[in-house]
């Protein structure tokens, strides 16, 4: 076996690879070593066959294989290169399909090395933290050095530019070094960590900033350590707050408690009083409700409607925008496509009763529009008793649960929608629950195909739950139907 000695760079490897290829050199037959003068055993390795032979690049190899070989290149295995050589010889012999081999040996050695790659270039772009200098003619330039576990700086320094375009910097590593002066991007030799500074008056600002982002009440360890390694720990200020963050959480997280303890009862803190409570009573009540912040931003409660002895109670998400501005559930788009759903089933919307999981509209301004969000985890909980409360006061034989929202807040976290739609069960609000789509989901589905097909499993549920509701005998008094 012959030597080809390279410099330790993409470009290095593949003009070796390509002038090999030529001479029809098999994988077994040679090694790359790195450093030394490029290519420099490569004259007498092939003997009479021309490096720049034209024949050296005929080969045809996979796009995708070029950016793998480009990533692999920045890693530190030094058998890298013949791994690369191989699996080019098999790509350009009778092997082109070779990357979608998933369980060959060389294309998952390679697969690894890239993602490592890919994930030492992510925590460059995170860790790195630039020291302001002043020089002497009064200008002001900014250095960071950076203990990467890869040669990922050259790939990566086109991002600092684009971030940091606006200022001179130098990114140093132990590798080599990045250098922008405003105008064009250079390389050099890399250094060692005392060549850069230790301290400037932006490590404070570091620290402030981190300190106060910092939340005592979701403290995880060991995701920190994962996202975080402490070898970049020694670059980075704003770790020398960690221990005595770590140190003063509990006492943080029970000031946020007692800030917000006239909100951790949610809805019940608001409920009426007294040994029976009516529908009405409830709905007066929900007017005042301030068990979350979502009263800050809505126009109004907006509360379930329908008969009090409804023999199905629908559960949707929360309130829209018409349906904030009405006050009635479901009078929107959602609530357009629910009415024409119900009536083309023979389920009339004066005999079901209709609510929500959550009774505030939330929103985010974009323009002059209010966009839906989600309700938050917390908010839903905080809003949870209401239509506990409802159910309890109807307690419907049948009930529908609209989308995961309304799902997750009455039967649990777990609940999937697209797991378990249209799967009849007990619940502990009625003994025959299902769960569906959320009409406005439908609204979402861009393709026509797939949004017919939901539609369709949309009517099938809501008519099955039709057909329960038939089941039922009918009450000899009239619907009590709720102003």
Known sequence: MRQVRIEADFEAWRDAARSLLAANVRPEQVTFVEGGLENALLPNLLGDAAI???????????????????????????????????????????????LRIAVDDDVRRLQEMEKQVRFDGHKMKAFVRFRRLVEADGGECYIAYHRSAYRVLKATAPFFVRRFGVMRWSVLTQFDSAHWDGKELTFGPGVDRCAAPTDDALEEMWRIYYASTFNPNRIKLSAMRKEMP???????????????????????????????????????????TGAT?????????????????????????????????????????????????????????????FDQTLAGIGL???????????????????????????????Q?????????????????????????????????????????????????????????????????IPDDQRRAEAQRQFEADLRRAAEEVRRIPVAASAARVLP
Not at 82 to 95: G, S
Not at 302 to 322: K, L, M, S, T
């Open 277 to 337: 409570i009516t529908l009405q009573q409830l709905r007066d009540a929900a007017q005042t409700c301030r068990g979350c912040d979502l009263c800050d931003i809505a126009t109004q409660t907006v509360f379930g409607e329908g008969p009090v002895d409804a023999r199905i109670v629908f559960v949707g998400e929360q309130p829209g925008d018409q349906e904030d501005l009405s006050g009635r559930p479901f009078v929107g788009p959602a609530g357009q496509v």
């Open 380 to 444: 839903i909980d905080a809003c949870r008793p209401w239509v506990e409360q409802e159910l309890t006061i109807i307690k419907p034989p049948v009930l529908v649960l609209l989308g995961s929202t309304a799902a997750q807040s009455l039967i649990g976290r777990h609940f999937k929608i697209t797991r378990d739609r249209g799967r009849p069960f007990q619940s502990d609000w009625s003994p025959w629950t299902i769960a569906t789509f959320h009409p406005s989901a439908l609204l979402r």
């Open 348 to 378: 009339p919307r004066d005999q079901v009763y209709v609510t929500n999981a959550v009774k505030h509209f939330r929103f985010e301004m974009r323009g002059k529009k209010r966009i839906h969000q989600r309700a938050s985890a917390r």
């Open 230 to 272: 402490r070898k970049y720990w020694s670059t980075m200020p704003e770790t020398q707050l960690i221990p005595d963050l770590l140190a003063d959480a509990p006492r943080r997280a029970k000031e946020m408690v007692a800030r917000h303890s006239d909100r951790l009862e949610g809805a019940r803190a608001y409920f009426p």
């Open 52 to 98: 720049d032979s034209p024949a050296s690049s005929a080969a045809r190899v996979p796009r995708d294989f070029l950016t793998l070989a480009q990533i692999v290149a920045c890693h530190t295995e030094a058998d890298r290169w013949d791994v690369l050589y191989r699996a080019l010889w098999r790509l350009t012999h009778d092997e082109p399909n070779l």
